[in-house]
């Protein structure tokens, strides 16, 4: 199977990027260098195409009862305009995906979903659909290729976004301008004709926005945010940079600390699971590890030396007199912020704690390396 | 992007420059390849002693994203690293020439160099 591209593939070329595979696209990966474009995130703004994310559509009276069954945190909090961070589990607590659910009309929510795992997680809502008691309330759309999506991320964000989309929003959240929304709402504005989402969301660390625009308008949206960054010193930015933002601050990625066979609570993304909120898939395995722990848990850790960045797989080891291998790393790169090698890996509680001393076997040698807090970078 | 690829020196077709001087050649990386990682992390290097074979993977090169081997061009003992590049892993990408050379070997079979590329055949290697 070929791989797909998305609407800004030519936009891409023409600024030089580099394209490569990811989760059956063809994405740039960077355009100038990694740490070039995510010190412009850190610093100023980057813009990213994200149109391979998937949007799923859900929509009827019954679509918020069944959503809340289906996904981890708890929906019912989101007023229109609102959206949350969920997961969606299997029934053994397995995480089926990561997502962004959002609340655009009273009976009407847009969950936005990894490229990765479309096909998987359409699926699996069609198994939940058809057994769920009201289904013929709730209407299911896989309307990813309807939409482009962008992030435009960084400090300096805030102070270019109203010339993109000036005016009022005229649906969701109800906001005088872009610059308004707080965090996690979405609104609705007119561009070229044409409703765009805005939320006020991202996977850096830093402010930003989140843009989900039709498809046939997305490299116009492109350009005019590339054209009103100018000033501000905003550049595109690739996966690259996406991943090592997001790794400083301890953002999962799915395939990395998320899979079929780790839950919420082993990733400790416990805070995003809504026990209290009644029955919902995956909940006895989820609320018994809340209450009894898990065999395995999701830290962060640096390089204390000078060595080879940590990489996805390599075995973690504890130290001491009887050193053993306890794990794996699960997302590990040079953090272009702190200069020192970074990662997320899962080991045994009992090594889990900040301050505890481990190895990461590289080509054969052992990096010293210590547990620290997440995120591992924190702003200013 | 315009690579260069100076006049003096021979090429491996994986990416590696050579310069001869008596039996000693110098071996690193070239610019279009520093061009292609981009952003040199951590160089990790041979020991002095190390008895190389050409086309043996000897040291590696990491990026941000990732390790990449880097391979002899040709067969030797291993007389001197440079420090340097190991601990300012970025003048592989600002002076790869230069400053930002790799090791040095005895060459052992000094008819390898024949089997290397010219300036002109690595250029057209490159698509320059």
């Known amino acids: 199977m070929g791989l797909k591209r998305t609407a800004l593939f030519a936009a891409h070329q023409k600024l030089g990027a580099r394209l490569v595979e990811f989760g059956g696209w063809e994405m740039p990966v960077q355009y100038s260098s990694i740490v070039d474009e995510h010190r412009a995130v850190r610093k100023a703004a980057g813009l990213f195409d994200i149109s391979h994310m998937g949007e799923l559509r859900f929509t009827g009276p019954a679509a918020l009862a069944f959503l809340n069954h289906t996904l981890t945190n708890d929906l019912r909090k989101l007023p229109v305009g609102l ?82 989309f000036p005016g009022p929003s005229v649906r969701g959240a109800r906001i005088a301008r872009a610059s308004d929304l707080t965090k996690n709402q979405v609104g609705v504005f007119h561009f070229g004709g044409h409703d765009i989402y805005l939320a006020r969301t991202g996977y850096t660390g830093e402010d930003g926005f989140e843009i989900l625009a039709p498809v046939e308008i997305i490299e116009a949206v492109w350009n005019s945010i590339l054209s009103a960054g100018h000033a501000y010193c905003l550049q595109p930015a690739g996966l690259g940079a996406r991943d090592t933002l997001r790794t400083e601050v301890c953002y999962p990625l799915y395939g990395h600390e998320l899979d079929e066979k780790t839950t919420p ?15 919902f898939v995956g909940r006895a395995v989820l609320a018994e590890q809340k209450a009894k722990g898990t065999e395995k848990k999701c830290v962060a850790f640096k390089l204390t030396g000078k060595a080879a960045p940590p990489r996805p797989h390599y075995p973690i080891w504890s130290t001491g007199s009887n050193p053993a291998r306890v794990g794996e790393v699960a997302s590990g790169t040079q953090s272009p912020s702190l200069g020192v090698g970074i990662g997320m890996g899962f080991v045994p509680p009992s090594l889990a704690k900040p301050g505890t001393v481990i190895e990461i076997e590289v080509r054969g040698n052992r990096a010293a390396a210590v547990i620290v807090p997440k995120p591992i970078y924190r702003k200013g | 992007m315009s690579s ?4 003096d020196l021979k090429y491996a077709k994986s990416h590696e420059w050579v310069r001869v001087a008596g039996d000693v050649a110098t071996i690193g990386i070239t610019d279009h390849a520093q061009h292609e990682l981009t952003d040199v992390v951590f160089v990790e290097l041979p020991p002095a002693g190390r008895k190389l074979k050409a086309g043996e993977a000897c040291a590696v090169v990491e990026s941000v994203k990732t390790a990449s081997d880097i391979y002899s061009p040709v067969s030797g003992e291993v007389l001197k690293v440079n420090q340097a590049v190991v601990d300012q892993p970025a003048l592989a990408n600002s002076d790869p020439y230069g400053a930002g050379w790799f090791f040095e070997v005895r060459l052992s079979q000094a008819s390898e160099l024949g089997a290397l590329l010219s300036p002109a055949d690595y250029s057209s290697q490159i698509g320059e």
């Open chain 1, 83 to 164: 959206g949350q961070y969920t997961l969606m589990c299997n029934d053994r607590g397995g995480v089926m995906d990561d997502l962004y659910a959002y609340r655009t009309k009273e009976q009407e929510f847009l969950l936005v979903v990894n490229a990765s795992r479309i096909d998987e997680d359409v699926t699996w809502l069609e198994n939940q659909l058809a057994v769920w008691p009201q289904r013929d309330q709730v209407r299911f759309e896989n309307v990813s290729e309807q939409f482009g999506a962008l992030a435009l991320q960084g400090p300096r964000a805030v102070e270019f976004i109203d010339a993109c």
């Open chain 1, 265 to 279: 609570i082993e990733a400790g993304l416990g805070s995003f699971v809504a026990l209290e909120k009644g029955d």
């Open chain 2, 4 to 7: 260069k690829v100076p006049l």
